[in-house]
């Protein structure tokens, strides 16, 4: 089992900022690739960036250009830089390690990103 603890999560305004970080327990982190969701109430959980294990990365079309996602292996550490937030960016962010077909993290409980004037 791989426990994942995000945090990084809070209040900002738009076009504000926001660093989210997740800890991976274990010592398998390094060799899956590393997701970033998040969700809405009513709406189902969806991928917004991954990281491979080697370092390439990818992006929904609603956060191109604004949000990084990273990785520091030695940490067990993945990271997502959020920037020019905007209110349609607001949900629970979670993240899960996996291969290009299955997450095998067990889902932490998230870190809400609010945006909001």
Known sequence: QVQLVESGGG??????SLRLSCA????????????WYR???GKQR???????SSGTTTYADS???RFTISRDNAKNTGYLQMNRLKPEDTAVYYCNIGNSRVNIG???QGTQVTVSS
Do not use: D, N
């Open 24 to 35: 991976a327990s274990g010592s398998i982190f390094s060799i899956y690739a590393m997701g």
């Open 46 to 52: 969806e991928l917004v960036a991954a990281i491979t």
């Open 106 to 108: 067990s889902w932490g």
């Open 39 to 41: 969700q809405v109430p």
């Open 11 to 16: 209040l900002v305004q738009p076009g504000g």
């Open 63 to 65: 956060v191109k250009g």
